[in-house]
């Protein structure tokens, strides 16, 4: 067995520090809002869109402006999903050679895991999760549509709004997953161009992803718009 190199050593340090910057800030922010999820952007949003649900079925007439809203969401998720699946297109064609070349039925011998390797199925598994979350979220923006053009006030209006509140919730939580995942792909893509600069992509995109979880606080955005 061939000892391994200061240089692959440095590269496999490059790609865990790539990956558990980004683990380590999910992890304090779960940790963070974990006693008031009012203050993490992707509950705040998933109690708007509840809300949104609640008041748009008490007012007769709003059905064709909700359907129009849920459209937009709806088409926002299928971009989401393109993107995912041309990607993960793309990603499957560069790591098919060096997959086949890896685990191949003539290779005898145990296999070599290589840290592009290694970030190549991350790639393809990261892609894939937001082709799944955004997939899905689709599903439930559609169910929801069905739901919120029911003439408000009608009794299947009534019977189905709280299976409508929930659809629209677990869409918008599938939808910020599926968009989270593709923002991911980013400092994965750096580390397989150059190992040592993924840290540094991972840290960006922290920067960004810290922008997109904060929100206003309600009671804040009422004395700034009083």
């Not at 069905?146 to 659809?167: C, K, Y």
Request: with cysteine.
């Amino acid at each position: 067995m061939n000892s391994m190199l200061p240089t692959d050593i440095m590269v496999w340090l490059a790609e865990a520090a790539t990956l558990l910057i980004v683990l380590a800030y999910e992890l304090i922010q779960r940790r963070r809002y974990q006693g008031k999820p009012e203050q993490f952007a992707r509950s705040a949003h998933a109690d708007l869109r509840e809300a949104w649900m609640l008041a748009s079925s008490e007012h007769p007439g709003a059905e064709i402006v909700a359907v129009q809203t849920l459209r937009n969401a709806m088409m926002s998720a299928t971009l989401t999903a393109t993107t995912a699946t041309l990607g993960l297109m793309g990603a499957i064609t560069l790591t098919a050679t060096q997959l086949h070349a890896t685990f191949g039925p003539n290779d005898v011998q145990w296999p070599t895991i290589s840290p592009r390797l290694v970030m190549e199925l991350l790639l393809m598994s990261t892609l894939f999760a937001a082709l799944v979350c955004s997939t899905m979220a689709v599903r439930y923006f559609s169910h929801a549509s069905f739901i919120s053009a029911m003439p408000v006030g009608s009794a299947a209006r009534r019977q189905w709004l709280p299976v409508g509140v929930a659809h629209v919730r677990q869409a918008g939580v599938l939808y910020s997953f599926g968009l989270r995942a593709l923002l991911m792909v980013a400092p994965v893509v750096v580390s397989i161009v150059h190992p040592l600069i993924g840290p540094m992509a991972s840290v960006g995109l922290v920067i960004v992803l810290w922008q997109m979880d904060r929100v206003t606080p309600l009671k804040h955005a009422s004395k700034s718009h009083g």
